[in-house]
């Protein structure tokens, strides 16, 4: 399963660089739970910030995309 975890978390940042090309970008650590494995992000594009997860799973050993969830999206603070 570590390697499926690391292999999954690979995949993850390329789809949230694809995903959010021109800003900041963290992607946390892999979380496998039941079957899915789940990546949370936080990429900052321009003013945004965008707090989401992405979601895999592994069929008859295929990596397969199953969602992707935006959870919070908000105006970044004036500092």
């Known amino acids: 399963a570590a390697d499926a ?3 999954i978390g690979n995949i993850a940042r390329e789809y949230a660089r694809s995903s959010y ?6 992607v946390g650590t892999v979380i496998a739970s039941g079957g899915e494995y789940q990546i949370p992000l936080i990429a900052t594009s321009g ?3 965008i707090t989401a997860e992405i979601v895999f799973s592994v069929h008859d050993g295929q990596i397969v995309f199953a969602r992707y969830d935006a959870y919070e ?3 970044m603070e004036a500092v």
């Open 73 to 75: 999206v908000h105006a």
């Open 47 to 49: 003013e945004m910030q």
């Open 5 to 7: 975890s690391e292999e």
């Open 21 to 26: 090309p021109d800003g900041a970008l963290e």
